[in-house]
Nanobody, 119 residues
Framework: QVQPVESGGGLVQAGGALRLSCAASGRTFENYDMGWFRQAPGKEREFVASIKWLGSVTAYADSLKGRFTISRDNAKNTVYLQMNSLKTEDTAVYYC????????????WGQGTAVSVSS
């Protein structure tokens, strides 16, 4: 199994950029699909992006395509979320999640990192 730990959140002005990182412990990181989710104040947690264990297949929430990019470095057991052209509505706690490639449920979650976008 893996344990994700997020970092890189903070305060940024609208139009700016941030890169979130998620370091996952475990010796078999490359066997896990990785994902980013977010939860804004008063809202449900929502899917942001995911990347398959092989690293070549990604998926994004439709509303975020073109602004957010997910990537992974299996040698570093790390997945990244590059967020560009940030908007105030991107303010949320961002969570990293992992699931074994053959399963459908996101079983492992980090504690989250807060992103606040000011106008």
């Amino acid at each position: 199994q893996v344990q994700p730990v997020e970092s890189g959140g903070g305060l940024v002005q609208a139009g700016g950029a941030l890169r979130l990182s998620c370091a996952a412990s475990g010796r078999t990181f490359e066997n896990y699909d990785m994902g980013w989710f977010r939860q804004a104040p008063g809202k449900e947690r929502e899917f942001v992006a995911s990347i398959k264990w092989l690293g070549s297949v990604t998926a994004y929430a439709d509303s975020l395509k073109g602004r957010f990019t997910i990537s992974r470095d299996n040698a570093k057991n790390t997945v990244y979320l590059q967020m560009n052209s940030l908007k105030t509505e991107d303010t949320a706690v961002y969570y990293c999640a992992a699931k074994f490639w053959a399963t459908s449920s996101w079983a492992y979650w980090g504690q989250g990192t807060a992103v606040s976008v000011s106008s």
